[in-house]
């Protein structure tokens, strides 16, 4: 198998799993290790994987993006802590925006139903879970339904948003960088989640330390526009102190 074949079904390998390890593509491939480490490393040269100790996991890109169900079963103790501290630091806002994704649907699930809370959001599932508290106003953004993330984009979302003062909005990214900011694979996404940005008082990010490092399509926001960056032990702490003097305050649960 040549080089260029190789790295295509590596890449393919690891998009399927959502993460592989060095010697197991190895043992597959029949090739030797220091073959896949030097694959590996051209991949993330062109941004399609990101490196870890041992092994490597998939960047989400213009040509591909994990759906909801993946997003269900990865790290999920992770964003359930993440997602705690994000309803936490929520405090006492009135109005809130709540992004697509795993970890800000796990926010509907752990926000105290103790008062009256307006829930704006274009994500399907996350609006369904909302309306489960009576107390909550859910504000469903209406426009075309993208089949992969059940979240809606289009001009009649941004222009929704646009009308709108939000107290906190909580963010998702599939790529957080300190050079490229916070982007997504898809950019009717990205202008979404830019006008949420916009139409906020405070702006949380929250997210998974894989997704530290990673740049994708469209980008949507800078980090100093973040109030807040909340993610998991995994970020080491050196790097979550180099993206706390960009601007926000960054904890790890």
Known sequence: MRGE??????????????????SA?????DVAPETVR????ELERRGLVKRTHGGAYPVESAGFETDLAQRE????????RIAAEAARMIGQAETIFVDE??????LAQLIPADRPLTVI??????????TKNPE????LLGGRVRGRTLATVGSWVTQMLSSFVIDVAVMGANGISRE?????????VADVKAQAIKSARRCIFAGVHTKFGVSSFARFAEISQLETVITDTGLPVAEAHRYSLLGPTVVRV
């Open 73 to 80: 079963t990865r790290h999920v103790e992770s964003k359930r």
């Open 5 to 22: 074949q190789r790295q295509h079904r590596i890449l393919a390998l690891v998009r399927e799993s959502g993460q592989s390890e060095v």
């Open 101 to 106: 994704g795993y970890t800000q649907l796990l």
């Open 38 to 41: 030097r694959d590996l490393t």
């Open 25 to 29: 593509l190895a043992e597959l491939l």
């Open 180 to 188: 490229f900011g916070l982007t997504t694979p898809d950019p009717v």
């Open 136 to 139: 909550n106003t859910v504000l």
């Open 121 to 130: 959001t274009a994500s399907l599932p996350t609006a369904a879970a909302f």
